[in-house]
């Protein structure tokens, strides 16, 4: 509406609806009602923002007990999870507003913790997005400072480099590359694997590529994952040569740490 007062509204009277509800109550309205909700806390107009604010929290609420396995049980933690995740990955933390990314990554946050092994068969594309946005949610300001930082002097943009690594490391989206790491099982990892190996060989940005480098090593690591990474390890160990001879320090350390790793369960 072109109203802010009905804009504002709307969000509290749908917020109000969302207590309690079950699944078929909200299946066919859930997703758009939370792309309003990112929506609202977007407005123009202050009050709407807070509104939407309001409905988003409350959706988020329903949204994670409906994606929880123990209390909306698996066949509608399922269903739900396979309809959030996707328009979590895909829209929520690609908006431009900042307020609005940051409320969609603690929102998948959440939903991850939840799902269990619910979450097994989407694994592969939570791990691609977000490995991916490691580095293109990274503030902008960091790779200017490190761009200056390499004209100065070699030992102060490697330890610039470190520096943004390890802030990296402390981020919703590494917290939730985790959780997906303690429910993975075989199956989940040899479908994950291929889709990762463009990314090790060509992915943009410090974070994504130690990142990257990290998650594989973590499944080789896994007695319940390695017997998938040996199985692709011939087109891993290729993709992660290129990064032996990356710019970066850093970026080589990771890619040979996690070379190894592969290497010691490799077929």
């Known amino acids: 509406s072109r109203l802010w007062?009905?804009?504002?509204?709307?969000?509290?009277?749908i917020a109000d609806l969302m207590s309690g509800k079950r699944f078929e109550?909200?299946?066919?309205?859930?997703?758009?009602?939370?792309?309003?909700?990112l929506r609202a806390m977007?407005?123009?107009?202050?009050?709407?923002?807070?509104?939407?604010?309001?409905l988003n929290r409350a959706v988020s609420g329903l949204s994670c007990r409906l994606c929880d396995a123990e209390q909306s049980g698996e066949v509608v933690a399922g269903k739900a999870l396979g309809m959030l995740l996707p328009f979590l990955?895909?829209?929520g933390i690609n908006q431009t507003a900042a307020e609005v990314r940051v409320a969609s990554i603690h929102q998948m946050v959440k939903v991850v913790k939840g799902?269990?092994?619910?979450?097994r068969p989407y694994i592969a594309d939570i791990a691609v997005?977000?490995?991916?946005?490691?580095?293109s949610l990274e503030p902008?300001?960091?790779?200017?400072?490190?761009?200056?930082?390499?004209r100065m002097d070699s030992q102060v943009a490697e330890k610039f480099e470190r520096a943004r690594l390890s802030a990296s490391r402390n981020t919703p989206l590494t917290e939730t590359l985790e959780l997906c790491l303690r429910v993975i099982d075989e199956d989940g990892?040899?479908?994950t694997l291929p889709r990762l190996v463009p990314v090790i060989r060509s992915g943009v940005g410090l974070p994504t590529r130690c990142g990257v480098a990290k998650f594989v090593s973590s499944l080789a690591f896994s007695h319940a994952t390695r017997q998938a990474v040996a199985k692709h390890s011939n087109k891993v160990l290729k993709a992660l040569a290129t990064g032996l001879e990356d710019r970066s320090q850093v970026v080589r350390h990771a890619m040979a740490s996690c070379a190894g790793r592969v290497f010691a369960v490799a077929k």
């Open 5 to 13: 007062r009905v804009r504002e509204a709307s969000c509290l009277a």
């Open 189 to 191: 990892a040899d479908a």
């Open 115 to 119: 799902a269990g092994p619910s979450l």
């Open 140 to 150: 902008m300001m960091n790779t200017y400072v490190q761009q200056h930082a390499e």
């Open 42 to 54: 977007d407005d123009v107009k202050e009050t709407v923002r807070v509104a939407g604010t309001t």
């Open 25 to 37: 109550h909200v299946e066919k309205h859930l997703v758009e009602i939370y792309r309003m909700s």
């Open 129 to 135: 997005v977000l490995i991916e946005s490691l580095s």
């Open 89 to 91: 990955l895909e829209e």
